[in-house]
């Protein structure tokens, strides 16, 4: 018994030496200085003293991550969650080489894990492969310099708050990004549990265990236990992320309301600046010319009270934005409410991947014809259904590419664009039991989605 003890306290020595070093690898620490050492022999310590109770190695490791975070929270101004996270993920590496150590050791020499268990030398041998894939874990997390003390840097908000004018509530992004840590923290305890748990099988003489932690009870139980905290952490991460992207939709209709603010002031700013434009092309006697302008100026006026009258704040972004890539492509698009949207049961963020599809597509189909190119939004809220009607004018859709539009993965860019992303739009309706149907006409040379959507 005493030569096995004395390989136990070598074995502990050496171990927590090279998970030491990987932890300080990890957290690009200065290494084997006066507080590295303070540190290992505390941890020596602490690893013998609670290796003598009747408990697994999974319990010796609590004390053990205790005196990691303290110590380096004390001693280098260290994260917690930073350093539980880095702690785990050595000791799970650390555990998988070990683990690995057991199956090839015994089949090299030919003997039974549990007689070299009783061996010392042999052992002490079989140790030394383990260190030395340790070691070349240490110097490949110091060749790539893999620093997992940045994460961090998830945690300070000062960059954040030097940024912005006004005092800002961070409160929330803390919550979600702690929470996000701790799954992540209860996932890597999960894999160590187990892992560390199956390798019992053959090192459960080393230790003195208690036969209630080598029992499948325990085992149930604890898993069950780790999963009903992570639900629970997925739980509030979820409801903090629906708060925050609701604070998100509710930040960009008030900026959306202050940019229709500054175009209206801005057309007003502009108004004497119209009418002189008017007033010098009448005195030229250029009637088609100021007739044109007039079209033009009066186009931007309508557009933009439109965009007011739609009810719909989170929509008008939408459509501020598609305005401004249709300009940019020569793309005139025209706004029409006939009726404000009545409050509906789709969300804000649906009803723009919807219309956002539809206008994209029409600007795509048409920005490559020659002419003039105008798509026409019509917006009209009812009492059963709420009408959006895309209208392309100038490309006319072939019954053959109707039949397969809305498939999903079909694309008909090269029949004058349409195509992409309607197979979402069609998706998207069809959840929110709403109808979208393709009106058209060879003729007047137009193609027309219409989706009806009902309201709450």
Avoid at 107 to 117: N, R, S
Wanted: with cysteine; net charge neutral; charged share 20%.
């Amino acid at each position: 018994m005493e030569n096995i003890s004395l390989i136990l306290i070598i074995l502990s020595l050496f171990e927590n030496l090279l998970v030491a070093t990987l932890i300080y690898s990890f957290l690009s620490l200065k290494k084997y200085d006066r507080r590295f050492f303070i540190l290992f022999f505390l941890l020596l310590f602490v690893q013998l003293t609670i290796r003598n109770l009747p408990v697994m190695p999974m319990v010796i490791m609590i004390p053990i991550l205790l005196v990691y975070t303290i110590y380096f929270k004390y001693m280098y101004n260290s994260s917690i969650l930073t350093t539980i996270i880095t702690v785990i993920i050595t000791y799970l590496l650390y555990s998988f080489v070990e683990g690995i150590n057991m199956i090839i050791s015994p089949k090299i020499i030919g003997l039974e894990f549990q007689e070299i268990l009783a061996n010392p030398p042999l052992r002490f041998a079989c140790f030394i492969f383990q260190a030395l894939v340790m070691l070349l874990i240490i110097g490949l997390v110091t060749y790539f310099k893999l620093n997992l003390g940045d994460l961090k840097k998830f945690f300070n908000f000062e960059d954040l708050k030097m940024l912005v004018d006004d005092e800002m509530d961070f409160s929330r992004e803390k919550r979600i990004i702690i929470t996000y840590f701790f799954v992540i923290v209860f996932l890597l305890i999960q894999g160590l549990f187990i892992n560390i748990y199956f390798m019992l099988g053959k090192t459960w003489r080393v230790f003195n265990i208690h036969e209630f932690f080598t029992s499948p009870v325990f085992l149930n139980t604890s898993i069950m236990i780790l999963n009903f905290i992570l639900l629970f952490l997925l739980r509030h991460m979820i409801i903090n992320l629906r708060l925050e992207r609701n604070d998100i939709i509710t930040r960009i209709k008030e900026k959306n309301a202050l940019r229709l603010d500054w175009e209206k002031r801005a057309q007003l700013h502009d108004q004497n600046h119209h009418l002189s434009m008017l007033y010098m092309l009448l005195q030229l006697n250029n009637i088609d010319r100021a007739k044109e302008y007039l079209k033009g100026m009066v186009g931007e006026i309508q557009n933009v009270d439109a965009i007011v009258r739609s009810g719909n704040q989170a929509l008008n972004a939408l459509i501020l934005s598609k305005i401004s890539r249709g300009r940019q492509l020569g793309v005139d698009i025209k706004i029409d409410v006939l009726k404000s949207l009545s409050p509906m049961k789709i969300h804000d963020w649906d009803l723009n991947r919807i219309l956002g599809n539809l206008l994209d597509n029409a600007i795509e189909a048409i920005e490559g014809i020659s002419g003039e190119k105008t798509v026409e939004l019509i917006i009209e809220g009812g009492e059963e259904n709420n009408r959006l009607e895309v209208t392309t004018y100038g490309v006319y859709l072939t019954d053959e590419v109707e039949a397969r539009i809305f498939q999903r993965g079909y694309s008909s860019k090269e029949e004058a664009g349409h195509g992409l992303g309607l197979a979402i739009c069609k998706e998207l309706v069809d959840d929110y039991k709403g109808s979208i149907n393709i009106n058209k006409d060879q003729e007047k040379n137009y193609t027309s989605f219409q989706v009806l959507l009902p309201v709450a």
